[in-house]
Each structure stands twice: as structure tokens, then as C-alpha cells.
């Protein structure tokens, strides 16, 4: 049998409500569905020598395998169809993972994946409000996520792929209609409670192809994955793109900055592609400064195998992006995207015609409209009025196209607020236009990093930028503090390089690089080897350090 079963609740009252939806892990019919997902998969297994799709646990996996314990998979899942289910599952970096989500996706469910940083309190909520009818977890984690499914009302099983079967190819059946739901993935819950953000196939695939385009995607790709496999970065950008196209995806379990940097190094100089959020790209540094200049040499010259090296999900520092380039000769390049939307703005891959920007996102993917429009004030000017042209003002950036969400799952008002009434997406940050250029520049989140003090609009992003281009500024948290004066002062929480650095060289410091009403006024110096906390994306939750230091 390919699952362990560990807990199967009779009396399922969700399940109940819909005879339709059948979870009995039983065999039925044979194939999988015509997914664009699978295509490439599908060519790559049919060929003499199946081509490799992932490498996980000192073990690569070829397309035909990976095909073959999909079909297995699903048909435990599901004697028919799971029509949108939603199915939580919870597996680190590893081959498993993979199969999972292409079996949830194949039997017909919506993939709902689980953090496995998370605690428990965070893993319950998702259960809880995604309404998932069933929880699967890797054996590493069935302590963590048993008691939880149990104590939610729900299934919990654990996959057991280690069949020695020789693999088959599977049959195709019939395709999916694109507007059926794929996948939740949660907000950062950053500004607020995490909401479930409802992808369809067709949202997915258009994430596919525009990444594909704009990056060049081939089937000799190959990439080092390091990041977590609950958000659109690590799940779409890093993993599905490239099996979309045939790639290879070698997964780390956990990011270690000394293995990184030995697999870069390692003979057989075959990798293509890198993504990380800046907190990666920073770590790999500082583990690169405590080598001699000797084994530096011997890590500079890994970096011609590389043909892209992306950061994204927060925003990067000019710092690490000069450093990176440093030791590197790559200049990162820089894009934009959220959940709701996949990627909408991205520096150029080809640098021929425009150059990567520092601070700066680029252009509109393909297929992606983008606009910039003022706030609403007291005037309640009419949207078209709203739309800025033409112009570097500063305003909210709204999205439109095939890759923009279907819904909030199960909040159709926040659903609603959260498109104009053309249909544009409301992303929620500020932005401009460089007017030379015409790069877009993200100044942040509108709700925690445009602060109003003494009737000026202010970038939390812009003033931690300049702090950290100090050579004693090692991380830095800019936030808006309510003040009767004010309106807000600004607030700054920093972790120093040298503990020998004072307040008042912090304020000098602003005083040369800013304009006087940009330079904090209020500081929180944390202790020696106290860190800002971030999740594992690389964000900080500005609400929370609020609440905590400034209450």
C-alpha cells in the first residue's frame, strides 16, 4: 500500500456534507489528467533515458518515476474526484513533496501546503480556516501534525513512497477547466490575519509562461533550491517553473550557507539558476568574509555556471546587491510579486536594451497590466481621475491579468475590497515611476511602511536603505510610531555591526544622508546576537514589533 493510514475519522462531518467528494484510499481508474503542469513531464518520461526532475536526499529522480508515484498517489487519494477539496499537507524540501502536490493537483483537489516552521497555533488556523477535508504529512512530521488534524475534526495519513516497482509510464485522461482551484497559498500575515489565497490552473499557468518568457526557462536548467515550499517564490518561481520546462530541481532540506557555497563550488559545475530572499544572499556573504583570500578565489570562480540569480520576497538591500555582485560578477535581479498575483515586475534578464536597477523592479511582466493610482481623499475624485500618468508621483500599484488570484477562500467581502471597481487588483503598496527609466520602484507597504509625520509621506524601505549602506548598521526595522504631535514619529530598530555605535552616532548618521524629517527619532538598539525576527520568507512583521516595543 503507498500510505500509512494513522487516522481515519468515521465521522468526518465536513466529508459528510458532500457524497461526491470520496477520500476512501482505495485504487481506481488509471492516468492522469492533460494538465500543462504534467506536458513536459510527460515528453521528458517517454525518452530512452528519462531525464532527471529532482534531486533530493543524495537521490535523483527521473520524470517517468515522478509520473509514475504521482498515478499511485492519486489513486489512493480519490476513487473519482475530489472536485476542489482542499487537501493540507505538510513535507520539507524533498522528492516527496513534489509528488504530493502533482497527486492532490492530478486527483482534482486544491494543494494547501503547510510551513514546517510553523508552530502549532499557525498549522491549526490553516487547517482550520482552509476547511481541509484531509492532512498529509512526510514521517518526520506526523508528531507535529497528528494531534493537530485530530484535534481539528479531520483525516490524517502519511504517504509511504518507497514502493520498488518498477515505474510506469501513466495514460492521459481529460483535461481540468483552468478556472478549477490548484492551490491556497497563505499570506504572510505581515498586515494582518494570513488569508487564503485561491490559485486556479489557469492562474498557474499563466504564472508558467510569463516567467518562462521574460527568464528564458530551457530544460537544461538546473536549480539549487533553498527556500521554504509554502509561498509563491519557493513553489512556483523555483520549483513548478522549472519542472514545467523540464528542468532539474536539487533540493536543500534547510539552508546552510556552508553547504551552498560547497555546492557551488563542487566539480561538476552544473547549475543554472538561484533564488533567494535577501536574508539568504546576506548569510552566504558573511560566510564568504571569515574565508581566507585563498579559498575566496577558489569561490569566485564557480559563479560561469550561473546564468540568473534572482533575490525577491523582501526587499534587497544596495549593500548586499554591490557585495553579491562583488564576489559574484552577478548583479541580482531584482522583481516583484505576491501571492495574489504571481510575478508582475521584474528587472531585465537580457540587460541589452535596459540595465537591472538598484532599488528597483523593473517592468511589467508578459501578460501583466500595471498602473499607478492616487489614494482617495476628501475630493473623492472618480478612478480614471485617480490614475497617475506620466508621472513619478508616488501611489498604489494595481495589478491585471491571468495571473491575478481568484479569491480570498471563504472571505468573498475582503474579496470584494480588494479590487477596484474595474477589476483591478489593489496590491496594497506604494510605488512610483523612475521618470528616465521608466523602472517601477516598490516604497513599500502602504498600511506599515509609508509613514505620515508632521504632513510628510515617508518610505520605512528608503530610510532602512540608507542605514544600511553605514558600515555599522547590520540590520535595521523602520516603523511609524502614533504621536498626538506627529501624527507619527519614526522609529527605528537596529541591530548593530559594532556595539560601540550610540543613538547619537545613529541620529548623526541620518542627519547627512536624509532629509531632516526622514531621520528617526526614536531607537530601539538591540543586544549583541539579538536578531530582528523575520519569517521565512525574509519579512518582518512590522505590527508585531510595534506591539512589542513600542506599546
Not at 44 to 51: E, Q, R, T, V, Y
Not at 379 to 393: C, F, M, W, Y
Not at 477 to 495: H, P
Amino acid at each position: 500500500m503507498l500510505f500509512k493510514q494513522v487516522n481515519l475519522l468515521r465521522n468526518n462531518k465536513a466529508i459528510s456534507k458532500s457524497s461526491s467528494i470520496n477520500l476512501i484510499l482505495t485504487r481506481y481508474y488509471q492516468g492522469l489528467p492533460n494538465l500543462p503542469i504534467f506536458n513536459k513531464a510527460f515528453e521528458k518520461a517517454s525518452i530512452d533515458h528519462p531525464s532527471t526532475a529532482i534531486i533530493s536526499e543524495n537521490k535523483n529522480f527521473c520524470y517517468l518515476k515522478l509520473l509514475s508515484d504521482v498515478e499511485k498517489l492519486k489513486n489512493q487519494l480519490t476513487k473519482t474526484d475530489l472536485k476542489e477539496a482542499r487537501v493540507a499537507y505538510l513535507f520539507n524540501n524533498t522528492y516527496d513533496y513534489v509528488v504530493t502536490q502533482w497527486a492532490i493537483w492530478a486527483a482534482g483537489g486544491i494543494a494547501v501546503p503547510l510551513s514546517v516552521s510553523h508552530p502549532q497555533e499557525e498549522l491549526e488556523y490553516t487547517l482550520k480556516d482552509s476547511q481541509a477535508y484531509i492532512a498529509l504529512a512526510h514521517k518526520n512530521f506526523e508528531s507535529k501534525l497528528e494531534p493537530i488534524a485530530k484535534k481539528v475534526g479531520i483525516q490524517f495519513t502519511v504517504p509511504d513512497l518507497s514502493s520498488s516497482d518498477a515505474p510506469t509510464l501513466p495514460s492521459k485522461t481529460d483535461s481540468y477547466n483552468e478556472s478549477r482551484g490548484a492551490l491556497i497559498i497563505y499570506t504572510s500575515g505581515t498586515t494582518g490575519k494570513p488569508k487564503g489565497v485561491v490559485l486556479t490552473h489557469g492562474n498557474l499557468n499563466a504564472q508558467y509562461k510569463a516567467l518562462t518568457e521574460a527568464w528564458e526557462y530551457k530544460d537544461t536548467d538546473k536549480i539549487l533550491h533553498p527556500l521554504p515550499l509554502h509561498h509563491v517564490h519557493g513553489v512556483i518561481n523555483a520549483l513548478n517553473t522549472i519542472l514545467y520546462n523540464g528542468g532539474a530541481v536539487e533540493f536543500l532540506q534547510k539552508f546552510n550557507a556552508e553547504k551552498v557555497w560547497q555546492r557551488f563550488k563542487d566539480p561538476r559545475q552544473d547549475l543554472t539558476l538561484f533564488m533567494a530572499v535577501p536574508t539568504i544572499y546576506s548569510k552566504l556573504i558573511q560566510y564568504f568574509e571569515t574565508l581566507s583570500e585563498k579559498d575566496q578565489s577558489k569561490y569566485k570562480s564557480c559563479f560561469n555556471q550561473f546564468r540568473l540569480m534572482v533575490s525577491g520576497s523582501a526587499a534587497l538591500p544596495g549593500p548586499i546587491l554591490q557585495k553579491w555582485k562583488n564576489i559574484s560578477g552577478h548583479t541580482l535581479l531584482e522583481r516583484y510579486g505576491m501571492s495574489e498575483i504571481g510575478m508582475a515586475l521584474t528587472n531585465p534578464y537580457n540587460q541589452s536594451n535596459s540595465k537591472r536597477l538598484e532599488g528597483h523592479v523593473g517592468f511589467p511582466f508578459p501578460s501583466v497590466q500595471v498602473r499607478i493610482v492616487r489614494p482617495i481623499t476628501e475630493e473623492n475624485l472618480p478612478l480614471k481621475q485617480r490614475i497617475i500618468e506620466n508621472s513619478d508621483e508616488a501611489g498604489e500599484l494595481q495589478i491585471k491579468g491571468p495571473s491575478v488570484f481568484k479569491e480570498y477562500f471563504n472571505r468573498p467581502e475582503a474579496t470584494r475590497d480588494t479590487f477596484e471597481s474595474d477589476g483591478w487588483f489593489k496590491t496594497g503598496d506604494t510605488a512610483s515611476i523612475n521618470s528616465e527609466t521608466g523602472h517601477y520602484k516598490i516604497l513599500g507597504r502602504t498600511s506599515v511602511d509609508i509613514i505620515k509625520t508632521g504632513g510628510y509621506k515617508v518610505s520605512a524601505l528608503e530610510i532602512e536603505k540608507t542605514y544600511l549602506e553605514s558600515d555599522f548598521v547590520q540590520d535595521i526595522a523602520v516603523l511609524g510610531v502614533e504621536d498626538q504631535e506627529w501624527g507619527e514619529k519614526v522609529a527605528a530598530i537596529v541591530s548593530l555591526k559594532d556595539e560601540n555605535t550610540s543613538e547619537s552616532m545613529l541620529k548623526e548618521w541620518g542627519k547627512k544622508h536624509l532629509a531632516p524629517y526622514k531621520v528617526p527619532t526614536l531607537y530601539i538598539i538591540l543586544k549583541s546576537g539579538q536578531e530582528i525576527p523575520k519569517n521565512a520568507m525574509g519579512k518582518i512583521n512590522k505590527k508585531s514589533l510595534k506591539k512589542e516595543f513600542f506599546s
